[in-house]
């Protein structure tokens, strides 16, 4: 499963699919999330797994001082 989960982060879901013969990734590792979690969420079997390690830092939610 390893080789899928390395299929859906490069080439996409429907790669993620074809390795899997369209059962979808036991295992997902998303170190990003934002824009990613749809696809990986895609990219799942029906009962995987998904862990959240960590998430992207919302722009707007982090203000630039300029001191």
């Known amino acids: 499963m390893a080789r899928a989960s ?4 490069i080439f996409g879901v429907a790669a ?3 390795a899997t013969e369209g059962l ?3 295992v997902v590792l ?3 999330g934002g824009s ?3 696809r990986n969420l895609r990219a799942m079997a029906e009962d995987g797994r998904y862990a959240l390690i960590s998430l ?5 939610l982090l203000p630039i001082s300029s001191r």
């Open 6 to 9: 390395c299929a859906a982060r």
């Open 24 to 26: 979808g990734v036991n």
């Open 16 to 18: 993620a699919l074809a």
């Open 56 to 60: 992207q830092p919302a722009r707007w």
């Open 36 to 38: 990613y979690v749809d």
């Open 30 to 32: 998303d170190m990003v």
